[in-house]
């Protein structure tokens, strides 16, 4: 506390890096199987849905919030309502156990799987290499069975880089580190999807299968359309990085004249955008091998975390030319967003800690980020991608809708939506309407509490 608050270097390091946070693997490695297993294109449309009644409001409220107290989640809420604090912790600690643990575990297979494409290693059975040979996978998530070596190695490896960057002061770490990271980032993609959407059968496979909507399977009347609209908010809140802290900790180091409602609609829509064409490369591709082994589309791909990892390398395999440079960029593209957000979960929380206890920011990341290589492990055992699935499903159905709820009623009801609107006014660019306050107080409280009450019934009843 006693040191003075960093800043951004600049708006468009505070943009980047916020940006950072939310491109990362949820982007294509969740995105893409998401959009699969709920209904393809007419998966868009909850998403969407989800993204203007409780994205975009949430990301105005959560930069609000951090630049108005200049605090992490604990200390802002605690300025508001000291009684609030501990539920200011909730954020930043789900995001760091919840989420860091696995994420830096998955950024490890990524790592792994950018080594094996030099050599094409997975061989041709992608699908046994990945789970057995790779993973070893256990057959519950309480026999861990030992660790897999290979990608504890890799895991570290991601520690060590977020250690690196965290451990400088923001200006000269997380912001110089998104400055490279991003423009990189949309050029290999870019690569990426052109090369892609040039693969023999992939624009039909796009047609057929992402951009088409059966809209029977978002249904409001069915079990099967509900599950479909709680997986839009949820991958929502995951892929905007709220609910976590993180926006609130980033706009903490703003200048006083920023303009937070251009800044937050600018990360949503660039965000959004990018999982869209990252989605056509994805599509584009398995469409490809689909065609290529000539099997229908719906039994190319497979469902679940292991998209990335047993469909892409199949399709890697089946390229004519240049098969290993098409692997390694995506797993780079992978890789490249994965750590410009994990750093941004390990910031969340090392601010926290810095802003309650004389700590310096040096100390905080060594010790956090040793915590978080120690919690990675059961991440790496043969366990590992079984207590990913239960880690994810909760934190993405309950913890974070939870965290949006109460961060409605903080702003919205204790502080009043009206002071913070004033203050988002006051401090330059776009004005903010005064729906925002509605969206605020009723509409995105009162959609994530259905959410909620939905996922409830969806799990125990
Ligand atoms: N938004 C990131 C993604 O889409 C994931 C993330 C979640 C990062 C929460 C930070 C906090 O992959
Ligand atoms: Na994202």
């Known amino acids: 506390?006693?040191?003075?608050?960093?800043?951004?270097?600049?708006?468009?390091?505070?943009?980047?890096?916020?940006?950072?946070?939310?491109?990362?693997?949820?982007?294509?490695?969740?995105?893409?199987?998401?959009?699969?297993?709920?209904?393809?294109?007419?998966?868009?449309?909850?998403?969407?849905?989800?993204?203007?009644?409780?994205?975009?409001?949430?990301?105005?409220?959560?930069?609000?919030?951090g630049h108005r107290e200049k605090a992490s989640?604990?200390?802002?809420?605690?300025?508001?309502?000291?009684?609030?604090?501990?539920?200011?912790?909730?954020?930043?600690?789900?995001?760091f156990f919840g989420?860091?643990?696995?994420?830096?575990?998955?950024?490890?297979?990524?790592?792994?799987?950018?080594?094996?494409?030099?050599?094409?290693?997975?061989?041709?059975?992608?699908?046994?290499?990945?789970?057995?040979?790779?993973?070893?996978?256990?057959?519950?998530?309480?026999?861990?069975?030992?660790?897999?070596?290979?990608?504890?190695?890799?895991?570290?490896?991601?520690?060590?880089?977020?250690?690196?960057?965290c451990y400088r002061e923001v200006s000269r770490g997380i912001e110089k580190a998104s400055m490279i990271f991003?423009?990189?980032l949309v050029i290999l993609t870019l690569i990426l999807v052109g090369w892609s959407l040039r693969l023999d059968g992939a624009r039909e496979a796009i047609r057929e299968f992402y951009l088409k909507a059966d809209l029977s399977k978002i249904a409001l009347n069915t079990a099967e359309g509900r599950k479909v609209w709680v997986a839009a908010f949820g991958q929502i809140f995951f892929t905007l990085s709220l609910g976590f802290g993180i926006m609130i900790t980033y706009a903490s180091y703003l200048p006083k004249k920023t303009d937070i409602t251009g800044n937050a609609l600018?990360?949503?829509?660039?965000?959004?955008?990018?999982?869209?064409?990252?989605?056509?490369?994805?599509?584009?591709?398995?469409?490809?091998?689909?065609?290529?082994?000539?099997?229908?589309?719906?039994?190319?791909?497979?469902?679940?975390?292991?998209?990335?990892?047993?469909?892409?390398?199949?399709?890697?395999?089946?390229?004519?030319?240049?098969?290993?440079?098409?692997?390694?960029?995506?797993?780079?593209?992978?890789?490249?967003?994965?750590i410009s957000s994990m750093i941004s979960l390990t910031e969340a929380f090392s601010c926290s800690i810095c802003d309650k206890f004389v700590i310096s920011r040096q100390k905080a990341t060594t010790i956090i980020c040793s915590l978080g290589l120690i919690g990675s492990i059961p991440f790496t055992t043969r366990a590992g991608l079984l207590i990913l699935d239960i880690a994810d499903h909760f934190i993405n159905n309950y913890a974070l809708i939870i965290?949006?709820?109460?961060?409605?009623i903080l702003i919205g009801w204790l502080l009043k939506s009206q002071v913070m609107r004033r203050h988002v006014n006051n401090s330059g660019g776009i004005r903010?309407?005064?729906?925002?306050?509605?969206?605020?107080?009723?509409?995105?409280?009162?959609?994530?509490?259905?959410?909620?009450?939905?996922?409830?019934?969806?799990?125990?009843?």
Do not use: H
């Not at 003075?4 to 505070?14: A, P, Q």
């Not at 200390?75 to 789900?94: D, H, K, S, T, Y």
């Not at 965290?403 to 409605?408: A, D, F, Q, S």
């Not at 903010?432 to 969806?458: F, Q």
């Open 99 to 165: 989420i860091n643990l696995f994420y830096a575990a998955v950024i490890g297979w990524c790592i792994n799987y950018f080594g094996l494409s030099l050599t094409l290693g997975w061989g041709t059975d992608t699908q046994s290499f990945f789970f057995g040979e790779f993973l070893q996978l256990s057959d519950s998530p309480f026999t861990l069975g030992g660790i897999r070596w290979p990608v504890l190695a890799a895991t570290a490896g991601a520690w060590a880089i977020c250690w690196t960057i």
């Open 266 to 338: 600018t990360t949503c829509i660039l965000n959004c955008l990018y999982s869209i064409i990252a989605g056509f490369a994805v599509f584009g591709t398995i469409g490809f091998m689909a065609n290529a082994k000539g099997v229908p589309f719906d039994e190319a791909i497979t469902s679940g975390p292991g998209l990335a990892f047993v469909v892409y390398p199949e399709a890697i395999n089946q390229l004519p030319i240049l098969n290993q440079l098409f692997g390694a960029l995506f797993f780079l593209v992978l890789i490249v967003a994965g």
């Open 1 to 65: 506390m006693a040191e003075k608050r960093s800043l951004w270097g600049s708006k468009i390091g505070f943009l980047l890096a916020a940006i950072g946070s939310a491109v990362g693997l949820g982007n294509i490695w969740r995105f893409s199987y998401m959009a699969y297993e709920n209904g393809g294109g007419a998966f868009l449309i909850p998403y969407l849905v989800a993204l203007l009644c409780a994205g975009v409001p949430l990301m105005i409220l959560e930069y609000s919030l």
């Open 182 to 184: 991003m423009p990189l």
């Open 73 to 95: 989640p604990p200390l802002a809420f605690a300025r508001i309502n000291p009684l609030w604090e501990p539920l200011g912790w909730w954020m930043p600690v789900v995001a």
């Open 403 to 408: 965290g949006g709820i109460l961060e409605c």
């Open 432 to 461: 903010l309407w005064p729906v925002w306050d509605i969206c605020i107080r009723v509409i995105t409280p009162a959609v994530l509490l259905i959410m909620l009450v939905g996922a409830l019934l969806e799990d125990f009843t």
